[in-house]
């Protein structure tokens, strides 16, 4: 959870060198660009348009970037819980 916080206080913060270098691959980035997914747009009449604005590139972008990190964060959960001695 901690992690969770971190990277979003991070991904809050506005500093152009680190706007194009880190955040674009903070996970949390990824995760609130997955709401585009779901917005519905609509016309003047109020009807709902159909299909999705957004390029799905960005999606399998952020896609590839939150498998990354899930692999990440297993094998170090694995890694970790392996060298315990759970037995003693």
Not at 18 to 37: C, E, Q, S
Not at 40 to 54: M, P
């Amino acid at each position: 959870m901690s992690i969770v916080i971190v990277f979003t206080i991070l991904s809050e913060m506005n500093i152009p060198l680190y706007d194009r270098t880190i955040k674009p691959y903070l996970f949390t980035t990824h995760m609130v660009a997955w709401k585009g997914f779901f917005y519905v747009r609509s016309n003047e009449e109020g009807a709902t348009i159909k299909g999705i604005d957004r390029e799905f590139t960005c999606y399998f972008k952020s896609l590839s970037v939150l498998l990354i990190y899930i692999f990440l964060f297993v094998s170090s959960a694995i890694w970790i819980f392996k060298r315990k001695d759970i037995l003693s």
